[in-house]
């Protein structure tokens, strides 16, 4: 340091003349610039008519100043948070030790930051409900005056109204804007508000519909109509108005705002009429139909006359029942007249006949009758009574006299049956006896035929064993068995020796079975034959 | 027929046009008696006259709002847009 300091050659300045040089360099080298940046510290003009704020960007920042004759004509006035390119000079204040820009233009920096604030700002109006859905009016079917807000040369009036022209011939009112510029926004709000305020029925027609318009641009070129003067105008008119800026892509915030949006100004005019051909055919179509109706209406009112007067009976028709019941009933009438005299014809004359039985030669007559009958019926009962008693006694008689008869008759019968019975008895026991004996000799000559004895008498013998059993087989005999031997004329004991001979004894074996009811018969004869007889 | 003309030629376009397509349908539904048919008939047709009318004499008329130094409308004069 103490070597460097007094080589130096420098001239020694005073703050002065530094400030000063400064000065005069920085103002002469940056007398023109374009500086981008954000406005910052924006507060709004200052009572002096002057605006001061900053411009600054992620590095630095620099005092701004717009004096008051510019800030005036300011296209775009500065907002905080703003991107812009100003142009102006640098200026330094060597008291203060500071310098700062001041800016004679200034304009948004690109797309994007138009963009930015035109976000912003329709933040801001929807916020306020300004884009509500029920704020928007309906267009009127059929406009007798159109106004339109439009610059009144170029192609935006000329497609309008030939479209209108083509639609439906109207009565259109243009009201010459300047459609960008400084003062566009003003004029288009003052349009807006001036057609509300016409008297309906004044020297110039209040519209029934306004048409906003301007053909395509640049977003700045559009920029008047995202004024907010002109988009509060456009809320607050009370004619339907229907939007058409720029290119269908273009939204402005008037777009937002108004009750239609058309994407173009032709749309637009389209939007707000009907096609006059359309309308003049439906309402033919309308009146042929309803000429038509009323015919088919007549045709059915005629045919259910038609119908009822057919179904309509004829007066004859109708007269003809009523005139047969009055008929019948006068006929009725006349019959049951008589019938009423007739019995009451008949009741008199049954009244008087009851009168004349009760006259008093009447009740005397039929007393005497009366009188005369009871002592008839009384002789005749007496004689009836005698005859009876005749009668009874005749028969009781008869009876008496019969029955006699009957006795003595029954008693002879009864004698003339027991000799009978006596002869009977008789002649059945003589009969009995005789049958009886004769029967009896029958079984004895039989008994006497079928008797072994008789077989004996022939030659032929019966042998027995010693209890008197007849033995039938030579097998029957054991030798030493004692035998009894009977003959016709009597009987031999005998003893028999050795075995039976089958074929020499054959015939003797038969002799006894054919003589076995022979001996049954033997025996009985022997056991008091004799004494049955 | 009870309705004057008059009634009529107030009504605007659209509401002549509703009323008349209410009274056809009405007319071919044959719903109505026929005295209120004929009644309603002769409405239509008074209706549609006023249509007619309202659509046949439009006529194209353009003109421009003249303003005065405040930008307040003075009058109107003829437009020729090209």
């Not at chain 1, 409900?129 to 007798?144: C, E, T, V």
């Not at chain 1, 009741?347 to 007393?367: D, I, K």
């Amino acid at each position: 340091m103490a070597e460097s300091s007094p080589t130096t050659n420098a001239p020694e300045l005073s703050v002065t003349e530094l400030s000063s040089a400064l000065k005069r360099t920085i103002e002469d080298r940056f007398g023109y610039v374009r500086v981008r940046g954000e406005v910052s510290n924006y507060r709004g003009p200052h009572s002096s008519g002057h605006a001061y704020f900053s411009l600054k960007d992620q590095g630095a920042r620099i005092d701004a100043v717009v004096w008051k004759g510019v800030f005036a004509r300011l296209r775009v006035r500065p907002e905080e948070g703003m991107e812009v390119i100003a142009t102006g000079k640098i200026t330094t204040f060597p008291g203060k030790s500071a310098y700062q820009i001041v800016i004679e233009a200034m304009e948004p920096a690109g797309i994007g930051a138009l963009m930015a604030l035109l976000e912003a700002r329709r933040v801001k109006l929807a916020a306020e409900g300004l884009f509500d859905a029920g704020r928007k009016q309906l267009l009127p079917y059929l406009p007798s005056v159109i106004g339109v807000v439009t610059s009144p040369t170029g192609a935006v009036i000329r497609d309008i109204l030939h479209r209108l022209a083509d639609r439906f011939p109207v009565h259109v009112l243009v009201w010459p804007v300047r459609v960008q510029g400084e003062t566009s926004a003003a004029e288009v709000a003052n349009a807006i508000a001036g057609f509300n305020a016409l008297e309906p029925d004044g020297a110039i027609p209040r519209p029934d519909v306004l048409i906003i318009a301007r053909g395509g641009g640049s977003l700045e070129d559009l920029w008047s109509f995202n004024e907010e003067i002109v988009a509060r105008a456009a809320a607050e008119s009370l004619i339907p108005l229907v939007s058409a800026i720029g290119h269908e892509t273009d939204w402005t915030l008037i777009d937002h705002i108004a009750d239609v949006r058309a994407p173009t100004p032709t749309a637009a005019a389209e939007l707000s009429v009907p096609v006059r051909a359309e309308l003049l055919a439906n309402l033919a179509d309308l009146d042929a139909r309803r000429r038509g109706a009323i015919l088919r209406v007549a045709e059915r009112a005629r045919a259910s006359l038609r119908a009822s007067a057919r179904a309509l009976p004829s007066g004859e028709a109708i007269l003809a029942v009523p005139r047969q019941r009055l008929d019948r009933a006068s006929a009725a009438l006349a019959a049951s007249a008589r019938a009423g005299f007739d019995r009451r014809a008949i009741a008199l004359e049954r009244l008087s006949r009851r009168l004349v039985a009760r006259s008093p030669q009447a009740l005397l007559a039929s007393a005497v009758a009366r009188q005369k009958g009871a002592a008839r019926s009384f002789a005749r009962a007496v004689a009836l009574d005698r005859e009876r008693r005749r009668e009874q006694l005749a028969r009781v008689a008869a009876r008496l006299t019969a029955a006699l008869a009957a006795r003595s008759r029954f008693d002879v019968q009864q004698l003339a049956r027991t000799a009978q019975a006596q002869i009977r008895l008789r002649r059945a026991l003589q009969g009995a006896i005789t049958q009886r004996r004769a029967r009896l000799a029958a079984a004895a000559q039989f008994l006497n035929a079928v008797s072994y004895r008789n077989v004996l008498k022939r030659g032929f013998a019966l042998v027995r064993d010693g209890e008197g059993t007849p033995l039938r087989n030579a097998a029957a005999i054991g030798a030493g068995q004692p035998i009894r031997i009977e003959f016709a004329d009597g009987e031999v004991t005998a003893t028999a020796h050795g075995r039976a001979r089958p074929d020499s004894i054959n015939p003797l074996t038969k002799s006894p079975t054919a003589s076995r009811p022979a001996k049954a018969a033997k025996r009985e004869p022997s056991g008091g034959q004799g004494s049955l007889f | 027929m009870t309705d004057t003309p008059a009634d009529i030629a107030k009504l605007p376009f659209e509401a002549a046009l509703a009323e008349l397509e209410a009274i056809v349908e009405k007319l071919e539904k044959g719903a109505v008696a026929l005295e209120e048919s004929i009644k309603i008939y002769e409405r239509g047709e008074a209706l549609k006259a006023h249509c007619d009318k309202l659509l046949k004499n439009a006529e194209m008329r353009i003109e421009k709002i003249t303003l005065s130094a405040d930008g307040k409308p003075k009058g109107t004069e003829p437009l020729d847009a090209g």
